[in-house]
Every structure is written in C-alpha cells, then in structure tokens.
C-alpha cells in the first residue's frame, strides 16, 4: 500500500499515457492488496458484539466516503477548472491512511 500513494500521483502528473496507465496499475494494486490485510485487523483485538459493531462503524466510515469522495472531486473542480487538485486531495487521503495504517502497529499490539 506504500506505493499507492506514489503512483497515484505519478499517474496524474505523466503527460505519457503509458506512464499514466502504469501509475494507475500500481495504485489500484497497492489500494486492493491493503483490503485483505485490512479487514483481518479488526478482529484480532475485538471479539463478539465489539468486532460486529466496530466492523459496522468500518463499514459506515466508508460508505460516508463514497458520498464525500465524488462530493470533494466536484467541488475542487468546480473551483480549479480541472482534476488535478482533486486528484492530489485524493493522494494526500490516501498517504494519510498509509500513514495511519503503519503506525497501527505501535497503537494497538496485535498478537
């Protein structure tokens, strides 16, 4: 997942389609391996009615993402004329994440 952000912005700063394409691969393969391991976190440190509620407060935190993804994109372009500050808002989430994902390990001791 450490790639994704990377590439992602790689992907939107190429002027070469292939290079662009290229950035896109990585990022989405960097953005869908993390989902495995993600998932799995969880319920190594929470048990019963916790892991159900705190899965479901997972679940909620990302559908509010997929109202306030698209709802950001437009905004910014609607202010820039263009993507690319969307697009570098979107890396700088997903930076964030990987930040927060790696430091997970010094916040919560997983067995």
């Known amino acids: 997942m450490a790639s994704a952000p990377s590439a992602l ?3 939107v700063l190429s ?3 292939a290079i662009g394409l290229l950035g896109l691969t ?3 393969i960097g953005i869908t391996s993390a989902r495995a391991v993600f998932w799995t976190i969880p319920t190594r ?4 009615a916790g892991a159900a509620s705190g899965l479901a407060f997972i679940n909620s935190i990302g559908v ?3 109202y306030f993804g698209p709802e950001l994109m437009g905004t910014l ?4 004329g263009g993507y690319l500050a969307g697009l570098l808002t979107m890396a700088g989430f997903l ?5 927060l994902a790696a430091s997970l390990k ?3 001791k997983l067995e």
């Open 45 to 48: 440190f929470m048990t019963g």
């Open 26 to 28: 990585i990022a989405l």
């Open 95 to 99: 930076t964030a994440s990987t930040l």
């Open 106 to 108: 010094l916040l919560i």
């Open 9 to 11: 912005v790689v992907a």
């Open 15 to 17: 002027d070469s389609l």
């Open 64 to 66: 509010a993402g997929g």
């Open 77 to 80: 372009k609607d202010l820039t």
